[in-house]
């Protein structure tokens, strides 16, 4: 009977509920082979790139490129920081209710900055090169652009949702996960992509006399790209998230074809306009940005707060069907199920010391999961190792609760409760006690 319990787990991509060492845990985790893979294809990805840019090319005529230094780098690295970090904070807080481990994030945001962005230039290059014409009006760089880029980068920006949905479909069960990822990715690609960009205009305004402002030309490039059009690679590549997000979800066949496709066919869309605008109107670009951005910011936001209601909807249906069973409570279901209360419970167990919030967020984690086994239970997507999984999670979630934070809402911040009246501490008798007795005693 064992056997086929771990057979199901094993169907359902669920972890087994043998008890192994830490070692045999590592061996066997996904996550494990796939960062010793990566992180030594990031480095050589990196390095390429830095001595690509760091070397001069020679032509056929003799002239040569203008190589970046080792200070142009963190120049063009230090402004386009805060364009990054803005989006990761952005991303990461969207990834609230099931949040991935922050390697997962790490590897996401790797691959976008260094693996993509290594493709995506060789692609274009090559690309750029084979539509080269002899005219002399001809612009290579504004085909490839158009033509070449918007394919190559789509694609290569959303290859590791792929990698990450097979190696680690049981953790990423939520829209906002598959969307908070792609979103890491695409900071990644425009993190590298900004450093290029600026690279390339500082190490021309520094060495051509015909600009007079050097520091003016950098501030608009780092406005142009850091401010107005930054939305750009998260939006087109969150597009490709969506059509793949539909298609899992979905239980024909064809839709589950379809629609990643279709999703990847509309962002490459968006993509090749994007910078068909750009390249051939650049007077007119900017304001185009502009309503573009004002446009599909607008959706972006009115969409993430539709996502965010539809997970806490989903959270509380399912965690209601274990109340109907007797294993939670109604407390329960209204502590864990809304996300402004979630926060308010994981930032309070932070002034309760490091070991009661850690206890606490694997609370939370658990709670989370045992939501979305339910849900794969009720949509017949996951067997009976689903089944399994829950009783093993119901019975975890018993022994966290006396080392997390409290569900009491009289729990204060600062490590004590919300102090209780005397009638509630010792119950009074509603009678009087014996003649001579001060106070309500009750008779013998």
Known sequence: MSQIAERQRRLSGLPSAKARPWWQRMLRSPLFWLTLVLVP?????????????????????????????RETVERAALLALPTALAYIALFVWLDRYRP??????????????????????????????????????????????????????EATKATVLFLLLI??????????????????????FAFTENIIYYGRVITYALNDISVAD???????????RGVYTSFGHPLFTMLTATGL???????????????????FLLSVAGHMLFNGLASTRPTDALRVHWIMALILVGLILVSLVVSVAQQARLIRHRLSDYVAGGWLSER????????????????????????????????????????????????GTMGEGAQLRGHDVLAEIERLRPKALSTDPGVRWLGWRKPRTRSAQLPQADYPGPAGLGGNWPAR
């Open 245 to 263: 997000v539909v298609g899992i979800a979905a239980r024909s066949r064809i839709v589950r074809i379809v629609a990643p496709l279709g999703g």
């Open 41 to 69: 294809l990031y480095t050589f990805f990196l390095y390429d790139q830095w001595q690509m840019f760091t070397t001069p090319q020679q032509f056929e005529d003799g002239t040569e490129t203008l190589a970046f230094t």
């Open 100 to 153: 991935q481990r922050p390697l997962v994030w790490l590897l996401t945001f790797g691959w976008g900055a260094a693996a993509s962005t290594w493709f995506s230039i060789h692609i274009n290059t090559w690309m750029g090169q084979q539509m080269a014409t002899t005219d002399a009006d001809a612009d290579m760089g504004s085909r490839a652009a158009i033509f070449s880029a918007p394919f190559s980068e």
């Open 167 to 188: 190696l680690l479909r049981r953790e990423i069960v939520s829209r906002l996960g598959v969307v908070m990822l792609s979103g890491l990715s695409a900071v990644g």
């Open 214 to 224: 050097p520091e003016a030309a950098i501030r608009e490039i780092v406005l142009m």
């Open 332 to 379: 329960d279901v209204e502590l864990f199920s809304g996300p402004f209360k979630r926060f308010h419970y994981l930032l309070k167990s932070m002034f309760w010391g490091p070991r009661r919030w850690w206890y606490t967020t694997k609370l939370v984690r658990r709670f989370t999961e045992l939501a979305y086994l339910r849900s794969e239970v009720t949509r």
